[in-house]
């Protein structure tokens, strides 16, 4: 193993591939109508359905209730001047409307989460062990399906509907660890940083258009369309991805011959021949992933926070109508999207064409994207009612948070591409405890719904991004770590 120590010290400068002569030197595949950027579309195409339907019930929540329990939820009680509301169109509403306690709204907005965290370990040691491909594809199919049985569940009671929620969740949580488990085999090193952030920006987008459509449908429609509209476009998704998608260069048809020399010459050294020896003491002691773990960790907490309060901090602080400003809740989503795909081009060139380091840049955007989102949080909770600049610090908060697409949340493949699913598993685990905890923690806080009470909610996610940055910036590392190469490649080289 000593030739590998030496090659680890080169891969910092990301160059050995390049400079092995002549003829082990990849030819670079264009870009354009390639297998690998298909790829990340279509996969980004998958993530936004992903978060469409994780996001579309809390839109659709506020509409599935009895009117006389939404009597104080208008916009007379927010801390700031309330903003003039649209009349309702007048039509015909068939769906059924339900007298849930707000404890009870609690526990089906929080139950997807208790499914998503059981399958994301063995989503990654499933796509390592059988292929990715069709772990994904039947995982977002199965939430696709229960996701059309909403309205039925609602209509059996609330217990069916939190059972339907966990099973969605339970088919969601193989998607990001058997989609970094493809990324594996796909994505050459030097473009990981662009092909992952278009493969991710679909969840953004998801995001983004799901919550103000959700409204629109909600407000024109009825509630249940906005799970059929949504589970249908997810069926189509399942059709495109069963035939055009495949667990490798290998093993893809149509593949050009330059695209899967480039791809797999440029992949040979990192990769390793068998999921079967999987080194979990290795991978359980391993500093640089407990790095991933706590960023992870500390992003997900101000993430989820937002996600899952924002349009109440809207509604009841700033005296917007969700149904009216759903644009203005996917705002920071919005930003966050266009910031990690940009992020992701810059860290790219940073790599390949000025020659820094992989752990240089993956910790200088992880600072940034944490700590930038920190500071800008906070200032949101001193904006008092000034909506504009509220709004306006939201959305940079969240803007900024997309730079570290670039930063640790890829880093699990600088360090072990063959477990990253796995990898990827161990961390998502960990990081969907804030989902699971935090805006329950959030509301607790906030029971007065005033100013202060939302400044000390945004202190905390504050704090704990801080602590993450400063954690992952002291032991996070760039490199394939040693355990993370099987023997057979570290011969005849």
């Given at each position: 193993?000593?030739?590998?120590?030496?090659?680890?010290?080169?891969?910092?400068?990301?160059?050995?591939?390049?400079?092995?002569?002549?003829?082990?030197?990849?030819?670079?595949?264009?870009?354009?109508?390639?297998?690998?950027?298909?790829?990340?579309?279509?996969?980004?195409?998958?993530?936004?359905?992903?978060?469409?339907?994780?996001?579309?019930?809390?839109?659709?929540?506020?509409?599935?209730?009895?009117?006389?329990?939404?009597?104080?939820?208008?916009?007379?009680?927010?801390?700031?001047?309330?903003?003039?509301?649209?009349?309702?169109?007048?039509?015909?509403?068939?769906?059924?409307?339900?007298?849930?306690?707000?404890?009870?709204?609690?526990?089906?907005?929080?139950?997807?989460?208790?499914?998503?965290?059981?399958?994301?370990?063995?989503?990654?040691?499933?796509?390592?062990?059988?292929?990715?491909?069709?772990?994904?594809?039947?995982?977002?199919?199965?939430?696709?399906?229960?996701?059309?049985?909403?309205?039925?569940?609602?209509?059996?009671?609330?217990?069916?509907?939190?059972?339907?929620?966990?099973?969605?969740?339970?088919?969601?949580?193989?998607?990001?660890?058997?989609?970094?488990?493809?990324?594996?085999?796909?994505?050459?090193?030097?473009?990981?940083?662009?092909?992952?952030?278009?493969?991710?920006?679909?969840?953004?987008?998801?995001?983004?258009?799901?919550?103000?459509?959700?409204?629109?449908?909600?407000?024109?429609?009825?509630?249940?369309?906005?799970?059929?509209?949504?589970?249908?476009?997810?069926?189509?998704?399942?059709?495109?991805?069963?035939?055009?998608?495949?667990?490798?260069?290998?093993?893809?048809?149509?593949?050009?011959?330059?695209?899967?020399?480039?791809?797999?010459?440029?992949?040979?050294?990192?990769?390793?021949?068998?999921?079967?020896?999987?080194?979990?003491?290795?991978?359980?002691?391993?500093?640089?992933?407990?790095?991933?773990?706590?960023?992870?960790?500390?992003?997900?907490?101000?993430?989820?926070?937002?996600?899952?309060?924002?349009?109440?901090?809207?509604?009841?602080?700033?005296?917007f109508s969700i149904q009216q400003?759903?644009?203005?809740?996917?705002?920071?989503?919005?930003?966050?999207?266009?910031?990690?795909?940009?992020?992701?081009?810059?860290?790219?060139?940073?790599?390949?064409?000025?020659?820094?380091?992989?752990?240089?840049?993956?910790?200088?955007?992880?600072?940034?994207?944490?700590?930038?989102?920190?500071?800008?949080?906070?200032?949101?909770?001193y904006t008092g009612c000034d909506?504009?600049?509220?709004?306006?610090?939201?959305?940079?908060?969240?803007?900024?948070?997309?730079?570290?697409?670039?930063?640790?949340?890829?880093?699990?493949?600088?360090?072990?591409?063959?477990?990253?699913g796995i990898l990827l598993g161990?961390?998502?685990?960990?990081?969907?405890?804030?989902?699971?905890?935090?805006?329950?923690?959030?509301?607790?806080?906030?029971?007065?719904?005033?100013?202060?009470?939302?400044?000390?909610?945004?202190?905390?996610?504050?704090?704990?991004?801080?602590?993450?940055?400063?954690?992952?910036?002291?032991?996070?590392?760039?490199?394939?770590?040693?355990?993370?190469?099987?023997?057979?490649?570290?011969?005849?080289?």
């Amino acid at each position: 193993m000593e030739r590998y120590g030496s090659e680890t010290e080169a891969d910092e400068q990301e160059t050995p591939l390049l400079h092995r002569g002549h003829e082990d030197k990849p030819q670079r595949a264009p870009a354009c109508c390639s297998s690998r950027y298909g790829l990340a579309l279509l996969s980004s195409f998958g993530f936004f359905v992903v978060y469409s339907l994780r996001v579309n019930l809390s839109v659709a929540m506020v509409d599935m209730l009895n009117n006389t329990h939404q009597s104080n939820a208008n916009h007379s009680g927010s801390v700031c001047p309330a903003h003039a509301n649209p009349p309702r169109p007048k039509h015909n509403h068939t769906a059924s409307v339900y007298d849930w306690d707000s404890e009870t709204q609690g526990w089906i907005l929080g139950s997807f989460f208790y499914g998503y965290i059981l399958t994301q370990i063995p989503g990654g040691y499933l796509a390592g062990r059988y292929g990715p491909k069709w772990l994904l594809g039947f995982g977002i199919l199965g939430t696709v399906v229960f996701t059309l049985l909403t309205p039925v569940a609602a209509d059996l009671g609330a217990s069916y509907l939190i059972a339907v929620r966990v099973l969605e969740g339970i088919g969601e949580g193989v998607t990001f660890p058997a989609m970094y488990t493809m990324w594996a085999a796909w994505a050459p090193p030097l473009e990981r940083s662009r092909l992952l952030t278009i493969s991710y920006i679909g969840a953004q987008l998801g995001t983004v258009i799901a919550l103000p459509l959700s409204g629109e449908i909600c407000f024109y429609l009825d509630w249940t369309y906005v799970f059929y509209i949504f589970g249908a476009v997810g069926l189509v998704w399942f059709v495109l991805w069963a035939f055009l998608v495949f667990d490798s260069p290998n093993t893809h048809p149509r593949i050009s011959e330059r695209e899967r020399r480039y791809i797999t010459t440029s992949l040979k050294n990192e990769l390793s021949t068998s999921a079967r020896q999987i080194p979990w003491r290795a991978i359980g002691t391993s500093a640089p992933l407990w790095a991933i773990v706590v960023a992870h960790f500390s992003y997900n907490w101000t993430f989820y926070t937002l996600l899952t309060l924002l349009p109440t901090y809207m509604n009841d602080i700033l005296g917007f109508s969700i149904q009216q400003n759903g644009m203005l809740s996917a705002l920071p989503y919005l930003g966050c999207a266009v910031m990690a795909v940009l992020s992701g081009q810059f860290a790219d060139y940073l790599r390949e064409t000025c020659l820094y380091p992989t752990v240089v840049v993956r910790k200088s955007f992880s600072v940034v994207g944490m700590i930038g989102a920190a500071v800008f949080l906070v200032a949101a909770g001193y904006t008092g009612c000034d909506f504009t600049l509220a709004v306006s610090f939201l959305t940079i908060s969240a803007s900024l948070g997309g730079v570290s697409a670039s930063g640790f949340n890829i880093n699990h493949l600088d360090i072990a591409p063959s477990y990253a699913g796995i990898l990827l598993g161990i961390t998502n685990t960990f990081a969907t405890i804030p989902g699971m905890v935090g805006p329950v923690i959030a509301r607790e806080l906030t029971k007065q719904n005033t100013l202060e009470e939302w400044q000390t909610v945004f202190y905390i996610a504050a704090a704990i991004n801080l602590f993450g940055a400063l954690f992952y910036t002291l032991l996070g590392r760039g490199t394939v770590q040693p355990w993370a190469v099987h023997t057979t490649y570290s011969h005849g080289d």
